[in-house]
């Protein structure tokens, strides 16, 4: 992944990362401003260069608009509880990537909300610019450039708030549906089921104008321009379908695997094994967390000695406390979990089905005391320690 992108700044302490299929759109955004939009609107005429000097301060204006965008989502999240792990400007736009899901609807809500709302925000904000200074109504060369900045970044940012309010998933107005039918069934994977589908329909909406982009091209005889819009929206489409579907499938699979453990755990306590004497459900941690996060989070409502390490019920290691105090504080803001967790091996699991015996043979020769356990298919469902075996004799 890292030779496709690169860290350009770090803004309230989230990484900015730049991924390498940006660069084509953010040239072409400054090229189409440039060449036609900005051409078609100064009377009279600009000297090209003089163009591309405001073209490329449009962009970069744009751009931060995107950046603000998906920093209000970060900011919201983060008072909600969930780190954020950096925020990617790529070639659909930007994406603020969280560590862990917003845990009730409310915050998901706001979550998703906080994105458009400041879009919104600076939408009015340059729409204010734009009347000021016409107000003042100087037609210097500066006037004309602050005119033309305010006028493009107040309409570009409306459409961006727009655009993603459009209620489906993966876009923010999907997130808010689900959040609120979430609220209303109590029910998250049928909210995300809907929401999906109203994120399926909107990208074959899209799809579909592309087509009919192809047609009117033919019919107006404009048809390269059209072809080239067409493919975009295609593009658009294809991607939102896809993400829209595996936001709904990665969900699918957490809460069957939470249904299975539910439904299993009185079949495994079978006097004698492992699932007799076991702790379930435990309590797992983010391999990605920081150590100052677990901190502050996990370890201020648990404290335990021991955390199995773990995403989507899969096992990455095991975290000691003890072994987490030997990290020194100046460390905490800098260390994740898998930098400080013993790293999963065999002898920090065991079958749920394993017999006793076996389990206290495999703590003795484990330096933590501690066992993860895992079903048959190698998904976390528990947790064991000696004091879990004597508890139960
Ligand atoms: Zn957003």
């Known amino acids: 992944m890292q030779f496709r992108q690169f860290q350009v700044a770090r803004i309230f302490g989230i990484p900015v990362i730049i991924d390498y299929s940006w660069i084509p759109v953010a040239l072409l955004h400054v090229w189409l401003l440039s060449q036609f939009w900005l051409p078609a609107r100064i009377r009279p005429a600009w000297p090209i260069w003089l163009n591309l000097i405001l073209g490329l301060a449009i962009s970069g204006l744009f751009f931060g608009s995107v950046l603000a965008h998906e920093l209000a989502h970060s900011l919201i999240a983060r008072l909600e509880g969930i780190r954020i792990h950096d925020i990617q400007l790529h070639i659909f736009g930007g994406w603020a990537r969280l560590v862990g899901e917003p845990r009730t609807a409310m915050a998901e809500f706001r979550v998703a909300i906080a994105g458009p709302a400041s879009s919104f925000i600076l939408s009015l904000l340059f729409a204010a610019g734009l009347v000021s200074i016409q107000l003042i109504g100087s037609r210097n060369l500066g006037a004309i450039g602050i005119i033309e900045t305010c006028y493009y970044l107040m309409w570009a940012n409306m459409l961006l708030a727009m655009f993603n309010l459009l209620p489906g998933l993966p876009l923010d107005g999907g997130r808010a549906l689900r959040a609120i039918l979430w609220h209303r069934r109590k029910d ?15 990208a074959y909406m899209i799809i579909s104008y592309g087509i009919f982009l192809i047609g009117f091209g033919l019919y107006r005889g404009t048809l390269w321009q059209d072809f080239m819009m067409a493919v975009w929206f295609f593009v658009i489409g294809v991607f939102l379908k896809n993400a829209a579907e595996s936001d709904y499938r990665h969900r699918e699979q957490q809460h069957a695997h939470e249904q299975e453990i539910r439904k ?7 006097a004698g094994t492992v699932g007799s004497v076991m702790q379930s459900p435990v309590i797992t941690v983010l391999p990605e967390l920081k150590v100052s996060e677990f901190i502050d989070t996990v370890l201020a409502e648990h404290r335990l000695t021991h955390y199995p390490v773990a995403r989507d019920g899969r096992l990455h290691g095991v975290l000691s406390l003890e072994r987490l105090r030997r990290v020194p504080r100046e460390d905490w803001e800098r260390k994740v979990i898998e930098d400080v967790m013993e790293p999963i091996s065999e ?13 206290e043979r495999k703590l003795k020769s484990n330096p933590l005391g501690f066992l993860a356990v895992i079903d048959g298919d190698g998904f976390l469902v528990g947790a064991l320690s000696a004091a879990d075996i004597e508890l139960a004799v």
């Open 347 to 359: 002898t920090y699991f065991i079958s749920v089905r394993a017999s006793i015996d076996h389990a």
């Open 188 to 202: 998250i994977l049928s909210a995300t089921r809907t929401a999906k589908r109203m994120g399926v329909g909107i």
């Open 264 to 270: 299993n755990v009185e079949g495994w306590r079978v």
